[in-house]
Every structure is written in C-alpha cells, then in structure tokens.
C-alpha cells in the first residue's frame, strides 16, 4: 500500500529546499571573487546552508507520511545524516566553484549520492517498531534523480554560458532534493512488528513540529546570507571605475592566435612594479606559453587563451573563460613569465588579464574586476592594487582607441 502525504507539508518541505539552494548557490557564487578567509568562510556557509536545507527538507517530508505505524526517531542516525550532508556537499560545493567542467561532474555525483546517502541513512534513525523494504527501481531511481537534478542546476549556476536567474537554478535544485525523497519514500514498505514495544505519545504533534523545524532552518539560511552577503551599498558607495560615467565598459574584443601576439611578448619590456617609483631597466623576453597538466591535448596553453590565473596552495589554476586548469607553477613564477602590460598581479594570490577585464568596481575597501569571459568570473582586487590596475586599464583603453 503507497504511503500518502500531506500535500501542505510536502509543499513546505519543498519550498525549504529551494529556499536553502538559493542561500547555498548565492554564497558558492561569491567564492571565485573572495579573498583567501573569505573564500573558506563562503564554502563553509554555502556547505551549511545547503546541508540544514536538505536535511530540513527530509525531515519535513517524513513528518508529512502517513505512515501506517506509530515510529520514532534515535538521535544517532539522524545526527549522522546530518554531518555526512554537511561533508559531502562541502565537497561538491568546492569542486563546483573550481569552474572545471571534469570537476563540475565529480561534484553532481558527489552531491547526488550525498543527498541519497542523507536520506537512507536518516532513515535507519526510525525506530525497530517497524520493518522497512525498499524496493530496490524506487532506490535506484533515487539516486539517478538526485545525481542527474544536482548535476543540472549546478551546470546552470556555474558553467552556462548564459546563466538562468538563480532563482531557477535554486528551484532545480530543490526538486532534486524533493524529488530524490519522495520517490525513494514511492519504493518503501513499512511492516510493523509484532510483539514490538510501543513508542510514546510524541510531546509535541509532527505540524507542529514541522513548522518549527522549517522556520529553523530559514532562519539559519538567513543568517548566513546576511553575515557572509556583502553590503551592496558598500559595493556601489564607490560604482564602476571604468569608464568615468559609472557604466560597464563593453567587452574588449577577444584574442586569439591567430592576431599579432603583443610585441612584449617577444621583446623586452619593464615589469610594472609595485612601487611605481621603481623601474626595471632591463628588458628580457617573455614566455608564449605556460605549462599546465592538459588543456586540449597538449601540456602548454597559450597566454592568449588566459583570462586569469589564482594561487592553490603552491600551484596556480589557469582560468581560460570557460574552466580553471590545473598549473604547476606558483604565482610567483608565473607572473615572472608573464608580459606586465597585459597581465597584472591584482592581488597576491590573483593575476588578471587587462585585455579581458570589462569592469573594475569597488567592493568596500577592496576592488572586483569582471571579466568578459563565457562563464562568469570576477577576480578579487587589493586596495593596494587598484590604482595600479586602473592605471593599465586606461593605458589599455587609451591604446585601443588610438
């Protein structure tokens, strides 16, 4: 006999999944523009709020089953459920934020088997006094649900060319987290048992309980949204640099190889240092290339390919507007090798393309440099560094024009 549901709290339910996907997504979004504290504050968050939402969500839908015998929960299993969520969706999120298209699978089927894995194992938390089967379609179809949705709203949110409003993205995410629960709960078999002890009357009725768990878990979400959410007032105190009247500039047009590679390139030319009243009277020749592990078959990418590179521990990852590559040099190498006209280190841990850079705004004390790449990326500025940056960007623009 299929288990029936309340249609008010299978309503709720989903609605607390969606709502934490937007906070997660919002926050996991923000990670490639955040310095180095922030960047692991976002992830944490994002990992938080998707987990409370998730696991909210579920709990929220047991209480709407009907179930045909009177169960309780231990607190073991359900606290367990809860941190393997956290886990594997940390996971996810990280892999998601590195914008590589390889990764960005790995983390749909992390996250996918994540939330199955929440689920089936939450549900070891209902009490002996019943006996479950699962049908073993139902289970698998669970996972494919899940695998496939998170999969979906991932690409959407991170590697679209053109980016759906996230409020989309957060409400295909929120039906893969439904969906998985509900058609997984489609496949179970409650049986009691006899002779079981009976469980106790419950202090507290499962709408009630319910409600408060969901309001829990919005609340949660919006703490994190508002501790780890910039001001954007702060963000548009000071608007865009580029050009002087406040709006975007239009998108450089892009480089390939088959223009002229820049005379630095091949000839010598002075570093721009980062105390302008130093200068490099030596010219020397720069690198076409730099290594990486793969792009394309090869084991170089050519300067003209990239848009920005960001430090990983003591190796880089080479953005080239679609995907982040794995390099192994440190920035410090890489910036070495780089022309200082077209390339600048915005930030210790960040080098930024000037040819690609379509705006530069304040972000509090900070900067955010937009570039004009596929899939969106923004790269964190020092305020040390933006006079330096606006400073190559209106010699660039000036260049252009001329």
């Given at each position: 006999m299929p288990i029936e549901h309340d249609p008010t709290l299978v309503a709720l339910s989903l609605l607390v999944a969606i709502q934490a996907s937007y906070v997660g997504l919002n926050l996991a979004l923000r990670v490639s523009q955040a310095f180095a504290l922030n960047r692991r504050l976002l992830i944490a968050g994002a990992a938080l709020s998707f987990a409370v939402g998730i696991w909210a969500m579920h709990f929220v839908g047991m209480l709407a089953a009907r179930l045909p015998v009177t169960v309780d929960y231990v607190v073991l299993p359900t606290l367990l459920s809860f941190l393997v969520c956290v886990l594997v969706v940390g996971i996810a999120v990280y892999l998601a934020t590195l914008r590589s298209q390889r990764l960005l699978f790995i983390a749909a089927t992390v996250m996918g088997v994540g939330i199955a894995s929440m689920h089936y194992i939450g549900m070891l938390a209902l009490h002996a006094s019943a006996h479950m089967i699962h049908n073993p379609v139902y289970v698998l179809a669970s996972v494919l649900i899940a695998v496939v949705a998170s999969?979906?709203?991932?690409?959407?949110?991170?590697?679209?060319?053109?980016?759906?409003?996230?409020?989309?993205?957060?409400?295909?995410?929120?039906?893969?987290?439904?969906?998985?629960?509900?058609?997984?709960?489609?496949g179970l078999?409650?049986?009691?048992?006899?002779?079981?002890?009976?469980?106790?009357?419950?202090?507290?009725?499962?709408?009630?309980?319910?409600?408060?768990?969901?309001?829990?878990?919005?609340?949660?979400?919006?703490?994190?949204?508002?501790?780890?959410?910039?001001?954007?007032?702060?963000?548009?105190?000071?608007?865009?640099?580029?050009?002087?009247?406040?709006?975007?500039?239009?998108?450089?047009?892009?480089?390939?190889?088959?223009?002229?590679?820049?005379?630095?390139v091949a000839t010598a030319k002075a570093a721009v240092p980062d105390n302008p009243a130093q200068t490099v009277p030596e010219a020397r020749a720069y690198e076409p290339t730099l290594p990486v592990e793969k792009y394309r078959g090869n084991k170089t990418i050519d300067i003209t390919d990239i848009f920005s590179v960001h430090a990983n521990a003591h190796y880089t990852y080479v953005f080239n507007g679609r995907e982040d590559i794995f390099c192994p040099l440190s920035i410090g190498e890489i910036i070495e090798r780089l022309p200082p006209d077209i390339f600048s280190r915005v930030h210790r841990s960040y080098i930024v393309n000037i040819q690609r850079v379509t705006r530069l705004k304040r972000a509090g004390d900070n900067g955010v440099a937009d570039l004009d790449s596929p899939v969106r990326r923004s790269v964190p500025v020092s305020r040390s560094r933006l006079p330096q940056l606006r400073e190559q960007l209106t010699v660039y623009l000036q260049s252009k024009d001329n």
């Open positions: 999969g979906l709203a991932l690409w959407l949110a991170f590697a679209s060319e053109t980016r759906p409003p996230l409020l989309v993205c957060a409400a295909v995410l929120g039906c893969a987290i439904s969906g998985m629960h509900y058609t997984a709960m489609a078999t409650l049986h009691p048992i006899v002779g079981a002890p009976p469980t106790g009357t419950p202090a507290i009725s499962g709408d009630l309980l319910a409600v408060i768990v969901s309001v829990v878990a919005f609340m949660v979400s919006g703490v994190f949204m508002l501790a780890l959410v910039p001001d954007q007032r702060e963000a548009a105190a000071d608007p865009v640099i580029l050009p002087e009247s406040g709006e975007s500039v239009s998108a450089p047009a892009p480089v390939t190889s088959e223009k002229a590679v820049p005379a630095s």
